[in-house]
């Protein structure tokens, strides 16, 4: 709970509302289904990405109903060939391990090298749900609360439209 104490406090210290749901450890959203986790808000789904020469990076957040078509997202961004990232860049970046990949762990990037692509569905989300860094709890805050603390923190952010 380390990871997600980390995330707490940084909630509490930026006065950003939230609230926790603890439960066992979660990898897929069947999962996340199957505990009730998706009822309690629009859960989301993450995906860290790297360009063909590895200069690039994106945290993909996107619907837990929708895919991922990673030429689509190529295109749309305008960048080469996109692949999973190592779980070497996956900690580099976010200080996450795999798993437990999510927005929160943007604050980690200190250089803000990492650019995010959210699902635009998510722009005006009350309930929005990720993990806090560790798969085994989901936080529910304000996807506006999110969007302010991303870009304080200086990451670029793009809106795509996800099927």
Avoid: W
């Avoid at 996956?90 to 999510?102: D, F, N, R, W």
Wanted: proline share 2%; glycine share 6%; net charge neutral.
């Amino acid at each position: 709970m380390e990871k997600a104490q980390e995330v707490y406090d940084y909630l509490r210290k930026n006065n950003i509302p939230f609230e926790i749901i603890e439960h066992e450890p979660v990898y897929t959203m069947e999962e996340m289904d199957s505990f009730g986790i998706t009822k309690k808000g629009n859960i989301c789904k993450n995906l860290f990405l790297r360009d063909a020469k590895g200069r690039r990076h994106f945290l993909v957040v996107l619907g837990k109903d929708k895919t991922a078509d990673l030429k689509y997202i190529s295109d749309q961004l305008h960048t080469t060939k996109l692949s999973f990232a190592s779980d070497e860049r996956l900690e580099k970046y976010l200080g996450v391990t795999k798993g437990a990949v999510s927005p929160m762990g943007l604050i980690h990037d200190k250089d803000a090298e990492v650019e995010v692509v959210f699902d635009k569905d998510f722009q005006f989300e009350k309930r929005f749900g990720c993990h806090p860094n560790e798969n085994t709890a989901t936080v529910i805050l304000d996807f506006k609360d999110l969007k302010k603390m991303i870009q304080k923190n200086g990451n670029e952010i793009s809106f795509l439209t996800f099927k």
